[in-house]
């Protein structure tokens, strides 16, 4: 799959349903993707999502690894709210 930009918007569809069926294990994969090419939304995103065991495992060493990621840049957990 090819990151596109939409990732975290095409993340949270899947996240909420919206637009398309709710399926949690691809909004992880699509946050994921978008997280791995740099994107700080989909590090916020991805984070909550592994701390809260949703859409897969619950991990929240790996949790704090990306919140600390897109927190390095420049995304404020405000920011989402």
Known sequence: M???????AFGRCDLVGVGVA?????????FKLAAEQGNPEAQYHLGLMLEHGIGGRQDRIEAQ????IAEAHGFKKHQDQ
């Open 65 to 68: 690894k990306y919140f600390q």
């Open 2 to 8: 090819v990151y596109d930009g939409h990732g975290p």
């Open 22 to 30: 709710k399926y949690e294990p691809r909004a992880v994969e699509l």
